[in-house]
């Protein structure tokens, strides 16, 4: 089973919204945190936004106000809605799971945004 499934990705116009989904396997039983992040050719992975297992999220100053991460317990999955897209929102978008202290990184789903 693959440890990580991500989906939502895709081409979409400035402006345009796409929604992200994680799911988890659900083997993990011990989730501590979800956390989406990014990485453009030439540049470093960083940090989109997390959540963690309570609820608390945490967002980078490019996705506040134009980004909202939540999570279904009860499913395993992450979301990350993203509004008002920029071009400078185009990149690959990894998942990460944060499973016991053990962390896991999807395959990534690439997200780009153009007119």
């Known amino acids: 089973q693959v440890p990580i499934v991500e989906s939502g990705g895709g081409f979409v116009q400035p402006g345009g919204s796409l929604r992200l989904s994680c799911a988890a396997s659900?083997?993990?039983?011990?989730?501590?945190?979800f956390g989406w992040y990014r990485q453009s050719p030439g540049n470093q992975r960083e940090l989109v936004a997390s959540?963690?297992?309570?609820?608390?999220?945490n967002y980078a100053d490019s996705a506040k106000g134009r980004f909202t991460i939540s999570r279904d317990n009860a499913k395993n999955t992450a979301y990350l809605q993203m509004n008002s897209l920029e071009p400078g929102d185009t990149a690959v978008y990894y998942c990460?799971?944060?499973?016991?202290?053990?962390?896991?990184w999807g395959q990534g789903t690439q997200v780009t945004v153009s007119s």
């Open positions: 959540i963690t297992s309570i609820g608390m999220t």
């Open positions: 659900g083997s993990f039983r011990n989730i501590v945190s």
């Open positions: 990460r799971v944060n499973n016991g202290g053990v962390l896991y």
